[in-house]
């Protein structure tokens, strides 16, 4: 019996679309996105804290989310990051609505430090609680988002844990780039196995939200552990499960949300900073890998008039496209018709990523990462 050459790709670009599929059909019957937990008791006082640089647009929209918590045992500290816009007179302007905020001057940023990791250090030594919140400025929280995080805490026994927040994207540019990050977390990685393998490859975090006991954080030397690190998140969650502490990730559903970019070429300047970096691969095995990913999701679409077998593969891809978008709570008829541009975009951006990060041109904020 003879196979055809299109036989045999069909067969090789089926198996990563498959097990794309079966990863994200995990994540949606093991599904890990956060809901409303109400606290019958005990409530820890939990220090949440904000590294801030440039952030006037984004921190109102922070500040006027946590003046809602239904959580009321915790304070907010700011620290504004040598910021050269009006977020420390933004941030400021809540003083008077808000009593439990308090908004500090970072200290110049020593040698070797990156800058969030430097803010990220100064805010824990400010912090009074035994509950460390670090969430970043342009995440917004349901009111009920504290407790619930307390009350996943406690129900998993956990030490530490991140939630990825449901991004909201207005521009088509950001609905081009944007969806891959979570495309790629829950098609790669079932998540209910970060928190029940001892594995740290077996590892997803979050820099936007990263919560610690802070006993924990102390004991594994917190950021300064990771001072130099640019993909810190993921560095920090592993140093928890090598320590032999739990952690676990999550979802942000309803609760957790972040306008994260504006537009296509702020999405494709912040995600290129951390994409390579995230995946701790030699930058060949990197490209390489990544070409398998992108070309087996877009050569089905381009040969399926060739040969009808191609669409099983597209099966795969389809199917797995409208679980990651439902756990993501992200539009599923935008991103099927937005597929293919999509992924094209995914390979530039891989390549790109890892020119800036040998060339060390990654700069964010005015400085280089």
């Given at each position: 019996?003879?196979?055809?050459?299109?036989?045999?790709?069909?067969?090789?670009?089926?198996?990563?679309?498959?097990?794309?599929?079966?990863?994200?059909?995990?994540?949606?019957?093991?599904?890990?996105?956060?809901?409303?937990?109400?606290?019958?008791?005990?409530?820890?006082?939990?220090?949440?804290?904000?590294?801030?640089?440039?952030?006037?647009q984004n921190i109102p929209k922070l500040l006027n989310s946590l003046s809602m918590q239904d959580y009321h045992n915790f304070e907010i500290i700011i620290l504004d990051d040598d910021s050269n816009d009006t977020s420390y007179q933004v941030?400021?302007?809540?003083?008077?609505?808000?009593?439990?905020?308090?908004?500090?001057?970072?200290?110049?940023?020593?040698?070797?430090?990156?800058?969030?990791?430097?803010?990220?250090?100064?805010?824990?030594?400010?912090?009074?609680?035994?509950?460390?919140?670090?969430?970043?400025?342009?995440?917004?929280?349901?009111?009920?988002?504290?407790?619930?995080?307390?009350?996943?805490?406690?129900?998993?026994?956990?030490?530490?844990?991140?939630?990825?927040?449901?991004?909201?994207?207005?521009?088509?540019?950001?609905?081009?780039?944007?969806?891959?990050?979570?495309?790629?977390?829950?098609?790669?990685?079932?998540?209910?196995?970060?928190?029940?393998?001892?594995?740290k490859s077996l590892t997803a975090a979050n820099g936007q939200i990263l919560m610690f006991k802070k006993e924990v954080y102390q004991k594994i030397g917190g950021h300064t552990k990771v001072f130099n690190q640019p993909v810190e998140d993921?560095?920090?969650?592993?140093?928890?499960?090598?320590?032999?502490?739990?952690?676990?990730?999550?979802?942000?559903?309803?609760?957790?949300?972040?306008?994260?970019?504006?537009?296509?070429?702020d999405s494709i300047q912040g995600y290129s900073k951390n994409f390579y970096n995230g995946f701790k691969l030699n930058w060949l095995l990197f490209i390489l890998f990544i070409l398998v990913l992108g070309l087996s999701n877009i050569i089905?679409?381009?040969?399926?008039?060739?040969?009808?077998?191609?669409?099983?593969?597209?099966?795969?891809?389809?199917?797995?496209?409208?679980?990651?978008?439902?756990?993501?709570?992200?539009?599923?008829?935008?991103?099927?018709?937005?597929?293919?541009?999509?992924?094209?975009?995914?390979?530039?951006?891989?390549?790109?990523?890892?020119?800036?990060?040998?060339?060390?041109?990654?700069?964010?904020?005015?400085?280089?990462?």
């Amino acid at each position: 019996m003879n196979i055809s050459w299109i036989e045999i790709l069909i067969i090789i670009i089926t198996l990563p679309s498959s097990i794309t599929f079966l990863v994200s059909l995990i994540n949606v019957i093991f599904n890990q996105t956060l809901r409303v937990t109400k606290l019958q008791d005990d409530y820890p006082f939990v220090s949440v804290l904000v590294p801030m640089r440039n952030e006037e647009q984004n921190i109102p929209k922070l500040l006027n989310s946590l003046s809602m918590q239904d959580y009321h045992n915790f304070e907010i500290i700011i620290l504004d990051d040598d910021s050269n816009d009006t977020s420390y007179q933004v941030a400021s302007s809540f003083c008077n609505k808000i009593n439990n905020l308090q908004i500090i001057r970072g200290a110049k940023l020593p040698n070797e430090w990156l800058g969030k990791n430097w803010a990220c250090h100064q805010l824990s030594e400010n912090a009074k609680g035994e509950i460390l919140i670090f969430i970043d400025a342009d995440v917004i929280l349901h009111p009920s988002a504290i407790s619930t995080l307390i009350g996943y805490l406690r129900k998993f026994k956990l030490d530490a844990l991140s939630v990825f927040p449901t991004q909201i994207m207005h521009s088509l540019g950001e609905k081009l780039v944007v969806p891959m990050m979570n495309w790629i977390l829950l098609s790669l990685l079932p998540l209910v196995l970060v928190r029940k393998s001892k594995f740290k490859s077996l590892t997803a975090a979050n820099g936007q939200i990263l919560m610690f006991k802070k006993e924990v954080y102390q004991k594994i030397g917190g950021h300064t552990k990771v001072f130099n690190q640019p993909v810190e998140d993921m560095e920090l969650a592993k140093l928890v499960k090598t320590t032999g502490h739990r952690f676990g990730t999550f979802l942000g559903g309803e609760l957790v949300k972040c306008n994260m970019y504006k537009g296509f070429i702020d999405s494709i300047q912040g995600y290129s900073k951390n994409f390579y970096n995230g995946f701790k691969l030699n930058w060949l095995l990197f490209i390489l890998f990544i070409l398998v990913l992108g070309l087996s999701n877009i050569i089905p679409f381009v040969l399926v008039f060739s040969n009808f077998l191609f669409m099983l593969p597209i099966f795969f891809i389809i199917f797995n496209r409208i679980i990651v978008s439902y756990l993501s709570k992200q539009n599923i008829i935008s991103n099927i018709l937005l597929h293919l541009p999509q992924f094209i975009v995914f390979l530039f951006l891989a390549i790109f990523s890892v020119y800036k990060t040998k060339l060390k041109k990654n700069i964010w904020k005015g400085r280089p990462v």
